[in-house]
């Protein structure tokens, strides 16, 4: 057991000690959610681990929405939606410099379907997404990054239950967004520097 808390003692700091020498390592983030009637705003937190990358956390529980997994909404569905993303990030100029980046990320998301009928869905995926960007810092510390990439959702867990008298639009719409799916993406994150 002591070897273990060792190890991953000497893990911490190893990711650490670049943040430790620098002035400025966290980064608060917003992705705002302004595709789905801004709902679900995701605020997070990332840090710089090396000259030119960062890693971070950022995520949503329980937020109510109409939001879909990918597409068009369906007024008569609402969505319970709950997300924990973890992204990478990497500047060839530095962690938090303006220019250009690419980001990788992984996270969970959930979502609680219910329609006005009675029909119920629910999904959890494990999220895999890769964007490519530009990133602006301002001596501030508010930051702009605007990336464009895609995503991967992998269904581990999801069940249905449809209403008798439920209509054939929303039958569809609650299958498509129960199913592994594959989806390009844009977005914006705002963020904070200090």
Same mark, same amino acid.
């Given at each position: 057991m002591?070897t273990i808390?060792?190890?991953?003692?000497?893990?911490?700091l190893?990711v650490c000690?670049?943040?430790?020498?620098?002035?400025?390592w966290?980064?608060?983030?917003?992705l @705002?959610?302004s595709?789905?009637?801004f709902?679900?705003h995701? @605020?997070?937190?990332?840090?710089?681990?090396a000259?030119k990358?960062?890693v971070?956390?950022?995520?949503?529980?329980?937020?109510?929405?109409?939001r879909?997994?990918?597409g068009?909404t369906?007024?008569s569905?609402?969505?319970t939606?709950?997300?924990?993303?973890?992204?990478w990030r990497y500047s060839?100029?530095?962690?938090?410099?303006?220019?250009?980046l690419?980001q990788a990320?992984?996270?969970?998301?959930?979502?609680?379907?219910?329609?006005?009928?009675?029909?119920?869905?629910?999904?959890?995926?494990?999220? /895999?997404?890769?964007h490519? &960007?530009?990133?602006?810092?301002w001596?501030?510390?508010f930051?702009?990054?605007?990336?464009?990439?895609v995503?991967?959702?992998?269904?581990?867990?999801?069940?249905?239950?449809i209403a008798q008298?439920?209509?054939s639009?929303?039958?569809?719409?609650?299958?498509?967004?129960?199913e592994?799916?594959?989806?390009?993406?844009? &977005?914006?994150?705002?963020?904070?520097? /200090?």
């Amino acid at each position: 057991m002591k070897t273990i808390k060792r190890w991953i003692l000497c893990c911490l700091l190893w990711v650490c000690s670049d943040p430790c020498l620098s002035a400025e390592w966290i980064n608060v983030i917003l992705l @705002p959610d302004s595709f789905n009637a801004f709902d679900c705003h995701q @605020p997070g937190v990332e840090f710089k681990v090396a000259e030119k990358s960062s890693v971070g956390i950022l995520g949503r529980f329980d937020c109510d929405t109409d939001r879909s997994t990918y597409g068009s909404t369906n007024e008569s569905v609402s969505n319970t939606f709950s997300r924990v993303l973890i992204p990478w990030r990497y500047s060839r100029k530095g962690a938090f410099q303006d220019g250009t980046l690419i980001q990788a990320l992984v996270g969970v998301e959930k979502s609680k379907f219910r329609s006005a009928l009675g029909s119920k869905a629910d999904v959890t995926f494990v999220d /895999f997404g890769l964007h490519y &960007g530009y990133q602006w810092f301002w001596s501030s510390g508010f930051n702009v990054s605007a990336m464009a990439g895609v995503a991967y959702l992998v269904e581990t867990n999801s069940s249905q239950e449809i209403a008798q008298n439920e209509t054939s639009d929303v039958i569809d719409y609650l299958e498509k967004n129960t199913e592994t799916n594959i989806h390009g993406g844009i &977005g914006v994150i705002l963020g904070w520097v /200090f």
